[in-house]
């Protein structure tokens, strides 16, 4: 039998190498919030994002270089449902920032998964929030200060209560799809 180098084309060969490996890459995709529905302890943002909270992060870029560090105090509070986490952030170049979210219950899935819209004011439309076991994922896109002009970054962030008074968070930054950054940080509830 002659080889398959003379039998199939070089492209239907190199596409008959990369099937097994997409479908790997494809089964290692990122975890969807659902499975952690029996995770503890559980999260309620009703809860845990009420009264004084610090940060503590990094930010680092698509390398994995840490260009930044910041510290942050929160206050969280809840009036008719819905909630309101007032945000400064202090970064070790003096820089301060402010952000103010507004969490807006709206029902839980098929699933059991609590559905919320978050907004803020340089976020760009309506966040996707949802909270699952000790788990909240929240999606949007942020308009970052560039050059003296603005961009729009996708942020994917993941959110995990480790203890009734701390989170860990991990946020991915993408622009086209692209990693162009990382951050790290830990909330801790006063």
């Known amino acids: 039998m002659p080889p398959l180098s003379r039998i199939l084309p070089k492209r ?3 596409a008959l190498l990369a099937a097994p490996l997409s479908i790997l890459l494809a089964a290692c995709g990122s975890a969807g919030i659902e499975q952690y529905r029996d995770a503890k302890p559980a999260m309620v943002p009703e809860e845990f994002f009420n009264g004084p909270l610090t940060a503590h992060g990094i930010l680092k870029d698509r390398s994995g270089t ?3 560090r910041f510290n942050a105090e929160l206050n969280g509070s809840w009036n008719d449902g819905s909630g309101l ?3 400064r952030f202090v970064f070790d170049d003096g820089e301060i920032q402010f952000r103010d979210w507004q969490l807006i219950p ?3 899935d098929a699933s059991g998964v ?9 976020v760009v439309g309506d966040a996707k929030v949802q909270v699952s076991g000790n788990a ?3 999606r949007y896109v942020l308009e970052v200060p560039y050059n003296g002009d603005t961009i729009e970054v996708e942020v994917d962030d993941r959110m995990y209560l480790v203890s009734d008074r701390v989170l860990i968070n991990e946020s991915k930054l993408k622009k086209f799809g692209i990693s162009v950054g990382e951050i790290v940080l830990t ?3 006063e």
């Open 114 to 122: 609590r559905n919320y819209i978050g907004r803020a004011g340089d």
């Open 85 to 87: 986490l007032a945000e």
């Open 106 to 108: 709206v029902g839980s």
């Open 187 to 189: 909330i801790i509830r």
């Open 12 to 14: 239907l060969r190199l």
């Open 136 to 138: 909240m994922f929240i």
């Open 66 to 68: 840490v260009i930044r």
